[in-house]
Nanobody, 120 residues
Framework: QVQLVESGGGLVQAGGSLTLSCAASGNIYRINTMYWYRQAPGKQREMVASISAGGKSRYADSVQGRFIITRHNAEKMIWLQMNDLKPEDTAVYYC??????????????WGQGTQVTVSS
């Protein structure tokens, strides 16, 4: 069993900041790339940011320069620091990870999501 648990969502005013956390646990041998996705009402889920095991990060154009993804490999955690938040950032944010299980099977894990609401 593998679990990804997000925390840190909430309500914030435009221009404010929030930091999301995601912790992975369970039958994990190795975690490769980890991701933050988001899904706004009526829209498709989109990738916000990703970070490789080596620390290379990538961002969606819409958040480049405002969001920062970080990772602690030993703790099996990632964070998403979100600055200068805009109402259009309102969405449910999901953590995802490319995981290799103890039996060396590949597994794509997802968290349950955390709501971020940005008021104007």
């Amino acid at each position: 069993q593998v679990q990804l648990v997000e925390s840190g969502g909430g309500l914030v005013q435009a221009g404010g900041s929030l930091t999301l956390s995601c912790a992975a646990s369970g039958n994990i041998y190795r975690i490769n790339t980890m991701y933050w996705y988001r899904q706004a009402p009526g829209k498709q889920r989109e990738m916000v940011a990703s970070i490789s095991a080596g620390g290379k990060s990538r961002y969606a154009d819409s958040v480049q320069g405002r969001f920062i993804i970080t990772r602690h490999n030993a703790e099996k955690m990632i964070w998403l620091q979100m600055n200068d938040l805009k109402p259009e950032d309102t969405a449910v944010y999901y953590c995802s990870a490319q995981i290799v299980l103890q039996g060396l099977e590949d597994y794509n894990g997802w968290g349950q999501g955390t709501q971020v609401t940005v008021s104007s």
